[in-house]
């Protein structure tokens, strides 16, 4: 099929190589899934409990988490379905449906990741500033910032994948893949560039003051880790290898899907003090 019709539906092959195995990825899967759910359903959970932790720092923390469900959504209920099934199909609208999901996931990420870049260089570089900067106000444009960008941008790039011909029905892959448009590619470079100039003033702002060091390593180490997995895993993604196993490849394409969502609130739950005891403490009822 050279031009495939609105109506057509997609076959995804990315699990032909897997079928002995399919009950085994099923249940790493979910238990994956769930893990993820009470990693992330905690972190929100206990900024939204705890008015210590309304600050911008910890909401941004908490719509990356939010982010972080999102993504995983528009991932695994039809990924364990097709693990349980014996044909891996998608509707046209599904595969256009599961694009917009996860492509607005991978972008919002970067977004909220910048976001958060631009909050700890307020903090440590102008910190009698901040508070004039980061009001409530700010803040609350900022979340829409972090989810409208991404949004218009993928509902853009659709609006133009949907007026090309597709050169057949068959998606050598474990969700309904499209090719990324270029909008969404300047955009990752935009905001890798922000958050690379964002983090150069903030190590040169810390070199001369061991106060704004030790600031860094409690605030802002946690979010460069954060950013460079998300980064590697959404190269794993750009990358495909012919000369692997197909499982291999599946799993990279789908990595940056998986592996953030549990990363992220166990790097912050473990290194920021402040939600660490206060995940302890709403553990113990008081």
Sequence with gaps: LMDTSPAAAFSLSGLNESKENKNVIFAFSIQGYIFTLFLNLTIITTISLEKDLHQPMYIFLCNLCINGLYGTLGF???????????????????CLLQNFVILSYALCEFTNLTVMAFDRYVAICRPLHYHTIMTPVTAGKLLVFIWMVPCCSVVCSILLIVRLPFCGIHINAVYCKFVICSVIGCIYLSMATFVVYSYGKLISACRKSKEKQSKFMQTCLPHLISCMNYLFFSFLDAFSVKNIPQWFNSF??????????IINPLIYG????FIRTRIFKCSKGG
């Design 76 to 94: 695994y209920p039809k990924f364990l379905y097709d693990l349980l099934s014996d044909s891996q199909n998608f509707s046209y609208i599904g």
């Design 252 to 261: 990279t394409s789908v990595a940056f899907l998986i592996v953030p969502p």
């Design 270 to 273: 473990i290194n920021l003090k």
